[in-house]
């Protein structure tokens, strides 16, 4: 199927959806929204640049206080609020990103949960700014600009969600389908190859993880005015662990991969949760079977019937071997 | 002034060192030969040319002007280009995206990208390949383009690690050709590392033999063939292998 075609179709059943569910059905739409959107953030660095951060919550947990803090000293309209708090993110984003792009493989990801945990740890230490354990509650989501208040009904901010989700997503496809995509896609096959053809790889991937960080605090900005509360847990490890798993049960490098992976979470934890308690015992041994039996992910499944097979080679000549030469 | 000068290059890993006290000068347009048996430091010295790993000591001139502590990525938009000795190209690109994603960095001013990546094909015969990704092609076919995506765009200086190594006598005669036109055509300086010395008789007219970390031999591939340490050192006694 076209994929322009695609688009328009899923984006307006994901407009006719909360039309023709419960009500209450409609919080765990925005929050499996919003847990796509922050997913997908974490896919431009896991499926496009190889860089497995393990402290992605870093990213939510920025937006979200961001977003609480500005709102709980000025009274902005929510939109204003949200790309303030993206901003903020963007900004401490680039130290970060600076300081755990020196490193790659493992040393990376333990940079990214240190920064995380960092984070966590000072919201514990400035109590009287971030509200300690119990975090930033009451957090409004006034309305503006220009009288506009459509968003505060859970149906309307639903609907501005869907809009930063699938304009998010436009965005990063624009992205990784440029020149700069390309650059990404020679260093996550071979970085040292990379920079023989002249790419300052480590400006890509600081500019890389700063994006990341921006889209994941989008989404954390939205989460805070959804709930009307942030809390540390934001921040917190088994958050960056849950959206890893998002992002490899989706199908990492795909970027609507990692959003099915982050939705089909919420739902799945939604519905195993109300049948017993043991549901993440349950949902562990999924994870475990995606990365063993299907390390392609659900959107790999998906479209793995569509996808053509690579021609074998026109000569029996296919192999290096060294010496053969003379 | 030459293009590329090699000073008392040495590198140590810890107590073992890869290459020792290396010279090296090579003029504008010159085709150049390193050659030497596995593990006598050939690669690394490409590293350390090419920038990937700093020397322990000794410097590197590159018309010159003192690149020794340059990074990669500036010594490649200078004109300093490489091929590897494990062809990897960029899986998910077609062979016409793998030059273009070179081209776009090294472009000089003026120059159109489409124009730069056609005649890049053109020149390595890759025309019919260029929509092709690199797990279609032949072995032969994924060095031509390896050469074509190091010479994209800006391209004073190719190096060349065991390119020919793996093809048969008729692809590696095929592709020698292709270099030497690239040296004719683009005015392109050529360091050429192997490790068989029979392939190279045909494309250069001096070469250095490397054993041990050291230069042991330099001359013209007749004078090497002939000479009694190079025999004694890097191919024992099996003279027939030389010519």
């Given at each position: 199927m076209n994929w322009r075609l695609g688009f328009v179709v899923t984006a307006a059943a994901c407009a006719v959806l909360p039309l023709v569910v419960p009500q209450h059905s409609l919080t765990i739409l925005v929050e499996a929204l919003i847990l796509g959107l922050f997913a997908m953030s974490l896919d431009l660095l896991v499926g496009y640049c190889r860089l497995y951060s393990f402290g992605h919550a870093a990213a939510y947990g920025l937006g979200a206080y961001s977003y609480a803090l500005i709102l709980t000293y000025v009274p902005?309209?929510?939109?204003?609020?949200i790309l303030l708090a993206v901003a903020v993110t963007i900004l401490i984003a680039i130290p970060i990103a600076w300081i755990c792009t020196r490193s790659t493989g493992v040393s990376f990801a333990m940079l990214t949960l240190a920064f995380a945990q960092l984070g966590y740890a000072?919201?514990?230490?400035?109590?009287?700014?971030?509200?300690?354990?119990?975090?930033?509650?009451?957090?409004?989501?006034?309305p503006g600009p220009l009288g506009i208040d459509w968003f505060q009904s859970k149906l309307g901010y639903y609907y501005l969600v869907l809009v930063?989700?699938?304009?998010?997503?436009?965005?990063?496809?624009?992205?990784?389908?440029?020149?700069?995509?390309?650059?990404?896609?020679?260093?996550?096959?071979?970085?040292?190859?990379?920079?023989?053809?002249?790419?300052?790889?480590?400006?890509?991937?600081?500019?890389?993880?700063?994006?990341?960080y921006g889209f994941g605090g989008l989404a954390g900005a939205l989460y805070a005015a959804f709930a009307g509360f942030a809390s540390p847990e934001l921040f917190f490890w088994l958050t960056s662990g849950r959206v890893l798993i998002m992002v490899i049960v989706g199908g990492a490098g795909t970027l609507i991969g990692p959003i099915l992976g982050g939705v089909s979470f919420v739902f799945l934890e939604h519905q195993l949760s109300q049948v017993t308690d043991l549901w993440p015992l349950i949902f562990g041994t999924i994870f475990m079977a995606f990365v063993m039996f299907a390390p392609q992910g659900i959107w790999g499944i998906l479209t793995?019937?569509?996808?053509?097979?690579?021609?074998?080679?026109?000569?029996?000549?296919?192999?290096?071997?060294?010496?053969?030469?003379? | 002034?030459?293009?590329?000068?090699?000073?008392?290059?040495?590198?140590?890993?810890?107590?073992?060192?890869?290459?020792?006290?290396?010279?090296?000068?090579?003029?504008p347009g010159e085709i150049r030969a390193v050659i030497g048996p596995n593990g006598a430091g050939k690669s690394t010295l490409f590293e350390i040319v090419s920038g990937n790993l700093a020397p322990s000591a000794g410097h590197i001139s590159y018309f010159g002007?003192?690149?020794?502590?340059?990074?990669?990525?500036?010594?490649?938009?200078?004109?300093?280009?490489?091929?590897?000795?494990?062809?990897r190209l960029f899986g998910s690109m077609t062979v016409a995206e793998n030059i273009q994603v070179a081209a776009s960095q090294c472009l000089p001013p003026g120059r159109d990208l489409r124009d730069e990546v056609a005649e890049i094909l053109a020149q390595l015969r890759l025309d019919a390949q260029a929509a092709r990704r690199p797990a279609e092609l032949t072995l032969a076919d994924r060095k031509r383009v390896e050469i074509g995506?190091?010479?994209?765009?800006?391209?004073?200086?190719?190096?060349?690690?065991?390119?020919?190594?793996?093809?048969?006598?008729?692809?590696?005669?095929?592709?020698?050709?292709?270099?030497?036109t690239l040296n004719r055509t683009r005015g392109i300086t050529v360091i050429v590392v192997e490790h068989v010395l029979s392939v190279l008789a045909a494309m250069v007219k001096r070469?250095?033999?490397?054993?041990?970390?050291t230069v042991v031999a330099d001359g013209t591939p007749t004078e090497i063939a002939h000479d009694p340490v190079v025999i004694e050192a890097y191919l024992g006694t099996k003279q027939s292998a030389l010519r």
């Open positions: 902005l309209p929510l939109p204003v609020g000072m919201l514990f230490r400035f109590r009287d700014v971030t509200g300690g354990s119990d975090g930033l509650v009451g957090i409004p989501r006034h930063c989700l699938l304009g998010s997503y436009l965005l990063c496809r624009a992205i990784v389908r440029s020149p700069f995509g390309a650059v990404l896609a020679g260093i996550r096959e071979n970085e040292p190859k990379t920079i023989a053809l002249g790419y300052n790889t480590r400006a890509y991937k600081i500019t890389t993880v700063v994006l990341a793995s019937r569509f996808r053509s097979k690579p021609a074998a080679p026109n000569s029996d000549s296919g192999k290096e071997a060294p010496g053969a030469a003379t | 002034m030459p293009l590329l000068e090699c000073r008392g290059l040495t590198r140590r890993f810890g107590a073992l060192v890869a290459v020792d006290g290396f010279d090296l000068t090579v003029e002007a003192d690149c020794t502590a340059m990074r990669a990525h500036l010594r490649r938009r200078a004109g300093m280009c490489r091929t590897f000795q494990k062809v995506r190091a010479i994209a765009g800006k391209c004073r200086l190719l190096m060349l690690d065991e390119s020919l190594s793996g093809l048969t006598h008729e692809e590696a005669e095929h592709l020698i050709a292709e270099i030497l070469l250095v033999v490397l054993h041990n970390a």
